[in-house]
Structure formats: C-alpha cells, structure tokens
C-alpha cells in the first residue's frame, strides 16, 4: 500500500512537471503575438506621422528658375544686361510670364508641381533682338537651382558693324552733374557777462535756493545769447570770473550742445560774483559744385556710376560736330541711345549703361 500511494505521488509530481511548460508556451506565444500587433500599430502611427510632416512642410525648391539676360557678345565687356525681357515658362498645360529688370535678373516661382525631370521651357522676346527658346531641366536635387545666363542676340548687329554704312557719330562724351555739398563759416566769436548776487553767511533756514550742502543762502542767475537766423553757437563755454568764484557752480545744460540760442545758469552761495557765457559762431550754407566724368565704351554699349549725391545728371556729347547737352531724367532714354539705370553693388550708388540706337556709332 504504501509503494502504491509512493508511484502515485511520483506520477503526479511527473504529470505536474510536463503540464506546466506547456502553460508557460502557451502564455509567451500569447504575449509575443501581443507585442507583435503593438509594434506594427506604433510603426504605422509613426510612418503615418511622418507622412502628415513631411507633406505639410514639403516645399518643391526646385520650381524656383532664376536667371539674367544679357546681350550675346564674344567680347565679355560689351554683354550688357537687358531689361524689359518678356519672358514666358511653358510646362505641360501651364505657363507663367515675367519680365527682367533693370539688370536683366529674372525669377519665376512655379506654383504647382514641378518633378525632377521634367522640361521647362522658357521663351525670351524683346524688340530688337532675336527670340529665344531655353528648355530647363528641373534637377533631381533640390540644393541646386541652376543659374540661368540668356543671350540675346542683336537683330542690327550686321548694320551696326557695318563700316560701308553712314551713321551719324557720337563723340566727345561727358557726364555732367550738380552735387550739393554744406559749408561752415566761422562768422566770428560771441561773449557775454552776468552777475549773481548773493550775500555770504546767510543761513539758508530751509529756504531754496540753498547752497549744494544745505547750509548757506544762495541766489541763482543766467544769461542767453542768440546767434541768429542760419547761425549756431559751438564750442560754448562759462566760467566765473570775479568775486568767490569757489562758492559757485555753474549749469551748463543750457549751452555744452551748441545751436542757435545758448543759456548759462548760475549758483551763488557766497558774496555777489561775476560770470562769462563765450561762444564761437558758425554760419552753415548749401553750396552747388558742377561736377563732370567721362563714361567707359564697349563696343556700342556706354557705362557710368554716379554717387548717391549727384543731381541734374545730363549727358554732354557731340552729334555731327555739334555739342549738345541731354538730360537723363527718371526714364533715362535719349535720340541716340537707350538707357538703364539700377542701384550699384553698394547702394545707394546708381549705375548708368546705355546703347547705341540704330544709325549711331561712338
């Protein structure tokens, strides 16, 4: 009996031992396919967030196209910039227009979407010179904006450099301008003299003015000068110059900043003292100097700069022997030569190119 209840109890111990693995199998192959379905719900929120971004602040860099257009030349020197270009992008169904400024730049933002890849075709049309066609790549990368340089050839150019051809000449060529400049005059000196007076060992009893410490009765006085119209006082000064010149103290907010009227204030805690206001006095006027500069020719192109200060900007030349002056005014366009100007590299310098108009010649 008691070798049975003894293999009974070591059968169940086994039954025991091969019954609980299976429990645990079954509980990890539970778990994992848990964290397996986890995992792929966290996975697709991320994929599925990055997505929402990466469309929100996506931006086609590459349907920028910029450029300049210039005038076809195998001389460097003589391709000059052209302005007023109509300039038309052709892509798929769409196009968009744009015209180039004074220095020939040009951009065009493509609104839609533009894929690596594919041709844009830009179309170049101004008076006087050849139409042009440019088709564009749009690159794979977005970092590189590919600078465009379109140039333009001159529809004259053939008669221009003609010499069997009569043309009337343009020579002896200035620029001419006014520039204001300020002048100052020193118109002569100013001085001036006041008294305080006060008398010494008086207490004050609290009763303003005081002197600085408290004690001692004082009196105050002052002095204005005017230096008239036009006029303006520099290098003010005061100083005390008789009676207890140390028990004094003089304000010099009045007249230490210069300019047309000055005051000089005086503290006096002693006996009765004397002051002096000096003043040096500058008169400021506008003077107009004539200015003349010779212009850099290339070709049939006519380049100069001008500083900021320059007024009444005109053009001094010799048509057919006869001197003649030409005024350039906001719209720079004379007879014999079309004209541009834009703001140089420093501004607010300008920058004056012109060119030669058909029947002309330098």
């Known amino acids: 009996m008691r ?21 645990l199998r079954q509980r990890e192959t539970v778990i994992r396919k848990r964290t397996v379905v986890w995992i792929a719900i966290a996975a697709g929120a991320a994929i599925a967030a990055l997505v929402f971004l990466g469309v929100r602040h996506w931006r086609p860099h590459w349907s920028v196209i910029q450029g300049a257009v210039i005038r076809s030349d195998s001389d460097a020197r003589k391709q000059l910039p052209i302005a007023g270009v109509e300039i038309v992008a052709r892509y798929g169904d769409s196009s968009l227009a744009t015209e180039s400024d004074v220095s020939g730049y040009f951009r065009i933002a493509i ?11 830009l179309s170049f049309r101004q008076p006087g010179y050849k139409d042009l ?3 564009v790549i749009i690159r794979f990368r977005s970092s590189l904006r590919e600078l465009i340089v379109a140039a333009m050839l001159p529809t004259g150019g053939e008669a221009d450099t003609d010499p069997a051809i009569a043309r009337t000449a343009v020579s002896n060529i200035r620029v001419r301008y006014t520039e204001n400049s300020e002048t100052e005059e020193n118109i002569g000196s100013a001085a001036k003299t006041f008294e305080v007076a006060n008398q010494g060992n008086v207490p004050c009893s609290h009763r303003s003015p005081c002197s600085p410490d408290g004690h001692w009765k004082a009196s105050t006085g002052s002095i204005q000068l005017d230096a008239g ?11 005390c110059i008789a009676g207890p010149c140390p028990f004094t103290r ?22 009765t003292t004397t002051f002096l206001l000096q003043a040096e006095a500058y008169h400021t006027s506008i003077v107009s100097a004539v200015r003349e500069s010779y212009p850099v020719i290339y070709g049939r192109g006519l380049n100069f700069t001008l500083p900021p200060t320059a007024e009444g900007v005109s053009l001094v030349a010799e048509l057919g022997g006869i001197e003649i002056v030409f005024p350039l005014g906001p719209d720079p366009d004379l007879s014999w030569a079309s004209c541009t100007v834009r703001n140089g590299d ?11 108009k058909p029947g002309y010649r330098f």
């Open 250 to 271: 003089i304000d010099a907010h009045g007249f230490v900043q210069g300019g047309r009227i000055i005051t000089a204030t005086a503290l006096d805690w002693s006996d």
């Open 229 to 239: 119209a036009g006029n303006e006082f520099r290098d003010a000064r005061a100083s």
């Open 3 to 23: 070798n049975f209840r003894r293999r009974l109890f070591a059968n169940g111990r086994q039954n025991s031992k091969n019954a609980r693995p299976k429990r």
């Open 346 to 356: 420093k501004p607010p310098d300008s920058v004056y190119q012109c060119e030669l």
């Open 111 to 121: 609104p839609g979407t533009v894929l690596p890849g594919q041709t844009v075709l």
């Open 133 to 135: 066609r440019l088709p």
